[in-house]
């Protein structure tokens, strides 16, 4: 039988997105969604009810996703929660097919599968797809419970009509490729506006070495670029951070880490093929020293030392200068302790920037190492948004709610 030929919409693209399969004849058919959906570039993770497993073994889709299945409670994948860690890391859950018997066990909270258990533990939207014998489907209990769920938030996708496994006519059978992946875009834009967007973030001080053990840098702790990425993450967009900081790093983004300018610029000009956006959040220096000691500087050896520094160029001006990332929208962050409005516009020209976060650090509340900020949004086109101080979470959030408008596509 030829693969379903239905291309993979853009919004899912990159997705990590749970397979709840559970024991129906289309499970069969659900081998192929994987298959798609993977090869789209999604990162698909499976979970299957025992009698999802007298359809298909999990051998198949571990061949089709390249990880093993979840078939279990007490499956060990080197976790000791997989229903929790396969909710938590899941940004949608698709529930393919969706027999009477598990509709109703998820309506009824049950937990007591890898199945059910997930779904409780989810955070994240999920999509339904039904499908049984149509005697089953015109029941009450089925159809009472699937109002339960689509009043929860789920979204449910139509069986449709036709010949049944049983071999009658009638209404049950598992929609479409195209219906289910309509349903999970659908999904995903209501929850995800970033979704389909690639975002690189920049995070934390430069590092510009003076010998071996010592370096030249600032006081930037990374905090307001982990916040964008992490917001951004959550909201759908595929992210790369490339940071000179170390923090704990949310799920699914992709770090890359780097010490100096020169660093970060070669790992952008490689990124950035391709971004949407740029959240220059790094703290770039703007010297180095002008030669790196091979060896140790000894203090005994060295009764006094003068360090001859060189600019370091400017790293989103350079990229602004580059054709092959013109589509990218660049949005610079300035530390200011004054003037923030004429400080900001300024720079935004300088450096050939679509948007600019000037924020204060003459406020000892705010900015440096703390968990909050505060500041003012300049776009290029003049528009300008008072960003109140909040968390650095919240702020990211902000920072991408007023962004979106103004991305093309
Ligand atoms: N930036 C950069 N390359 C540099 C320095 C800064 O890309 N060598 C970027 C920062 O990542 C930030 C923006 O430029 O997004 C503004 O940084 P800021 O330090 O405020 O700008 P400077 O040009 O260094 O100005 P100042 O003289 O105030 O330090």
Not at 261 to 289: C, I, N, S, W, Y
Request: glycine share 10%; net charge neutral; hydrophobic share 45%.
């Amino acid at each position: 039988m030829p693969l379903d030929p239905t291309p993979v919409p853009d919004e899912l693209r990159g997705l990590r997105v749970a397979l709840l399969v559970s024991g129906g004849i289309a499970a069969y058919k659900v081998v192929d969604l994987a298959s798609a959906l993977t090869q789209a570039g999604c990162q698909v993770r499976v979970a299957m009810t025992s009698s999802a497993m007298r359809f298909v073994g999990p051998a198949t889709f571990m061949g089709v996703t390249g990880h093993a299945a979840l078939t279990g409670l007490w499956t060990a994948d080197g976790s000791p929660e997989p229903h929790v860690s396969l909710g938590d890391w899941a940004q949608l859950i698709l529930v393919a097919p969706a027999t009477a018997n598990v509709i109703g066990r998820i309506a009824s909270g049950r937990s007591d599968d890898i199945v059910t258990a997930t779904l409780l533990a989810a955070r994240c939207p999920v999509v339904v797809a039904p499908a049984m014998n149509d005697a089953m489907w015109s029941k009450p209990a089925v159809q009472e419970n699937l109002g339960t769920l689509r009043h929860r938030g789920v979204t449910v996708v139509e069986p449709e009509s036709g010949r049944l496994a049983s071999g009658h006519s009638g209404t049950g059978r598992l929609a479409g490729a195209q219906a289910i992946f309509a349903a999970m875009v659908h999904a995903v834009r209501t929850r995800y506006d970033y979704a389909g967007r690639r975002i690189v973030v920049t995070a934390g001080g430069t590092r510009e070495p003076i010998d071996p053990v010592r370096f030249i840098s600032n006081y930037s702790s990374g905090k307001m670029g982990f916040a964008l990425a992490a917001a951004a993450a959550d909201r759908g967009a595929r992210v790369t951070l490339v940071t000179a900081a170390s923090h704990p790093i949310h799920h699914g983004i992709e770090e890359q880490h780097v010490d100096t300018a020169e660093e970060m610029l070669a790992e952008l000009r490689t990124q950035l093929r391709g971004a949407d956006v740029l959240l220059m959040a790094a703290a770039v220096g703007d010297f180095r020293p002008a030669r790196t000691a091979k060896h140790k500087i000894r203090r005994e050896e060295t009764p006094s030392l003068t360090l001859q520094l060189e600019p370091i160029p400017d790293l989103v001006a350079t990229l602004a200068g580059d054709e092959a990332l013109a589509g990218v929208f660049r949005v610079g962050f300035a530390a200011e302790d004054s003037d923030l409005d004429a400080k900001g516009v300024e720079k935004l020209k300088r450096k050939g920037l679509h948007a600019i976060v000037a924020n204060d650090i003459s406020r000892r509340d705010i900015g440096f190492g703390s968990e909050y900020n505060a500041g003012v949004l300049l776009f290029a086109d003049g528009a300008r948004h008072e960003l109140e101080k909040a968390t650095k979470r919240e702020m990211a959030d902000r920072i991408l709610d007023l962004l979106l408008p103004k991305l093309q596509r």
